[in-house]
């Protein structure tokens, strides 16, 4: 569900630029950082990514280049020269002669000017409204393109997860198969201590029950079926990531039911050399259940 996509818009007064970013995540959580789009068309937008891309969090941002002269602030004229004209009557009134008394001697224009220009709403820097009715076409348009990309992003990050996944499994289930050739020396191993344990303790035991008991004895750690399961959940997940629309969940499900039986598998082994196949399906599963949060 990682991702990026960005798309333009060439409005009247400049450039629109709109991009989206999105992350992991079990739902659709959307945060638009801008505050260029429209109180009214935001609901409509929220709907159309939660449609488009389903789960993640996603953020949305819109960046606002203007064209030179629109970026230019605007002045104020008739604001300039009221207060021009009353600043140059309240220099009539004013005597020169008393101390402490501002005087500028002649009347210097452009020192005025300066003046003027810091007085308040004379430099007019009110915002105006970016994303209008009349040009919100061409805005959704973007906005269109730009989850398009994001999308196609998300596709091709996805063919490369499914992929890496994918050998994951297929290390599990070499590993499931290594473990066959340990099963007869597996059971022997375990005959063999509990005969050397009998002899130890110098018993005699009925021949027919010790063999009865033992028969049970090892069924009791048989993980046959736990590879059978093994495999058909191994199975199950590679098919659900090829033909499922939207595996994601479905998959950390399957994962959590292949990590019960190598578990189990782990638990019964009573050899080495399977233990240390576990522990290799262990780490390969964990692998695959960091990446199945990706997979949406």
Request: hydrophobic share 35%; with cysteine; glycine share 4%.
């Given at each position: 569900?990682?991702?990026?996509?960005?798309a333009?818009?060439?409005?009247?007064?400049?450039?629109?630029?709109?991009?989206?970013?999105s992350?992991?995540?079990?739902?659709?959580?959307?945060?638009?950082?801008?505050?260029?789009l429209?109180?009214?068309?935001?609901?409509a937008?929220?709907?159309?990514?939660?449609e488009?891309?389903?789960?993640?969090?996603?953020?949305?941002?819109?960046?606002?280049?203007?064209?030179?002269?629109?970026?230019?602030?605007?002045?104020?004229?008739?604001?300039?020269?009221?207060?021009y004209?009353?600043?140059?009557?309240?220099?009539?009134?004013?005597?020169?002669?008393?101390?402490?008394?501002?005087?500028?001697?002649?009347?210097?224009?452009?020192?005025?000017?300066?003046?003027?220009?810091?007085?308040p709403?004379?430099?007019?820097s009110?915002?105006?409204?970016?994303?209008?009715?009349?040009?919100?076409?061409?805005?959704?348009?973007?906005?269109d393109?730009?989850?398009a990309?994001?999308?196609?992003?998300?596709?091709?990050?996805?063919?490369?997860?499914?992929?890496?996944?994918?050998s994951?499994?297929?290390?599990?289930?070499?590993?499931?198969?290594?473990?066959?050739?340990?099963e007869?020396?597996?059971?022997?191993?375990?005959?063999?201590?509990?005969?050397?344990?009998?002899?130890?303790?110098?018993?005699?035991?009925d021949?027919?029950?010790?063999?009865?008991?033992?028969?049970?004895?090892?069924?009791?750690?048989d993980?046959?079926?736990?590879?059978v399961?093994?495999?058909?959940?191994?199975?199950?997940?590679?098919?659900?990531?090829?033909?499922?629309?939207?595996?994601?969940?479905?998959?950390?499900?399957?994962?959590?039911?292949?990590?019960?039986e190598?578990?189990?598998?782990?638990?019964?082994?009573n050899?080495?050399?399977?233990?240390?196949?576990?522990?290799?399906?262990k780490?390969?599963?964990?692998?695959i259940?960091?990446?199945?949060?990706?997979?949406?």
């Open positions: 569900m990682t991702g990026y996509g960005k333009e818009a060439i409005l009247e007064g400049g450039k629109l630029t709109i991009e989206f970013r992350l992991n995540g079990k739902n659709a959580d959307i945060s638009i950082k801008s505050q260029l429209p109180k009214d068309r935001e609901i937008v929220r709907r159309k990514i939660a488009t891309l389903q789960r993640g969090t996603i953020d949305m941002y819109l960046n606002w280049e203007p064209n030179a002269a629109d970026s230019a602030k605007q002045i104020n004229s008739e604001l300039v020269q009221s207060y004209r009353q600043i140059k009557e309240i220099k009539k009134t004013l005597s020169y002669s008393n101390p402490g008394e501002i005087a500028t001697g002649k009347d210097d224009a452009i020192e005025l000017m300066s003046i003027i220009l810091k007085l709403d004379v430099v007019d009110r915002k105006q409204d970016i994303v209008t009715e009349a040009n919100w076409p061409m805005v959704e348009k973007a906005v393109d730009a989850l990309d994001i999308d196609d992003f998300r596709a091709r990050e996805g063919a490369i997860l499914a992929a890496d996944v994918s994951k499994v297929e290390k599990i289930l070499e590993c499931s198969r290594e473990i066959e050739k340990y007869q020396e597996r059971s022997e191993a375990v005959r063999t201590r509990i005969m050397e344990k009998f002899e130890e303790l110098q018993l005699k035991p021949h027919d029950r010790l063999e009865q008991e033992m028969i049970f004895y090892l069924e009791k750690l993980i046959n079926e736990e590879r399961r093994l495999r058909q959940h191994c199975a199950y997940y590679l098919e659900t990531l090829r033909e499922d629309p939207l595996p994601g969940k479905k998959l950390g499900f399957i994962a959590q039911e292949m990590g019960r190598i578990n189990t598998t782990g638990s019964k082994a050899h080495t050399e399977i233990q240390k196949l576990v522990t290799l399906m780490d390969e599963l964990e692998k259940k960091e990446q199945s949060l990706n997979i949406l």
